[in-house]
């Protein structure tokens, strides 16, 4: 029961969105962009809808979401850490920070810590490549980021480690 509360309100909270976009041209990336600015991610269930009133295929709608890596299809944590995997952060340890990142929380990149605490993202460049390698801890941006500095800034999310 619970679960066919949450796809209605899904579907009641995308539903104005999609008929927002449905007849603009190129409509599909600005509407993905709506739904996971409302929601924080694109509810799987949501493809049919979108790919309908689009007049695309399933597989065009999902393919976008998996092409794009700034879309989420499941909900994300409390705290979201983004580490730059861009070309001139990677020739400044962006690989090792990634790691260093996994180890201390305990998830992949692209996966939630188990209590639901911090996602870890890799995001391809964040606009500080001259001050490389580069980590976005929810809104706020950080360079130069070393592994000390990357331990002291998970410590602080709540959660974290
Ligand atoms: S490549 Fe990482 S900030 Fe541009």
């Known amino acids: 029961m619970h679960n066919m509360n949450t796809i209605t309100d ?3 909270s995308i539903e104005p969105l999609i008929e927002a976009h449905r007849h603009i041209k190129g409509a599909l990336l600005p509407l993905l962009h709506a739904i996971q600015e409302k929601m924080g991610f694109i509810p799987p269930e949501s493809v049919a809808d979108i790919a309908k009133s689009l007049n695309l295929s399933r597989a065009e709608v999902h393919g ?3 092409y794009y890596h700034f879309f989420r299809s499941t909900p994300a944590g409390r705290h979201v850490v983004q580490v730059c995997q861009a070309e001139a952060c990677q020739a ?4 090792e920070l990634m790691a260093f990142a996994e ?3 305990g998830c992949r990149s692209h ?9 870890l993202e ?3 460049c964040l606009g500080l490549c ?3 390698p580069a980590v976005q801890v929810n809104d706020t941006l950080y360079a130069r980021v070393s592994t000390n500095q990357l331990k002291i800034l998970l410590a602080q999310l709540e959660g974290a480690t």
């Open 103 to 105: 180890e201390t929380l």
């Open 10 to 12: 899904s579907k009641d």
């Open 122 to 124: 890799p995001v391809y």
């Open 111 to 119: 996966q939630t810590t188990p209590n639901g605490a911090v996602t």
């Open 130 to 132: 001259a001050s490389s």
């Open 92 to 95: 400044c340890g962006a690989n």
């Open 64 to 66: 976008v979401i998996t």
